[in-house]
């Protein structure tokens, strides 16, 4: 896990917020992009985040 609290909340957030382009407004496929940061913030996991030792998770720090 390296991704933490606010971080993940905003990505769900923002993962939702963008998926829901495609169903009402203007109906934007590219709103699927969206599964991107609903994933990683579901999982608590960012592949580029590991890339770049980054972790804002404040629990363990094992990987």
């Known amino acids: ?27 934007a496929s590219w709103g699927w992009i969206g599964l991107i940061p609903l994933l990683t913030g579901l999982f608590s996991r960012c592949p580029i985040y590991s890339l770049l030792k980054i972790n804002t998770h404040k629990g363990s720090s094992s990987s």
């Open 1 to 27: 896990m390296n991704v933490g609290g606010i971080d993940r909340t905003l990505r769900i957030i923002i993962g939702i917020v963008l998926i829901a382009l495609v169903f009402v407004g203007p109906k």
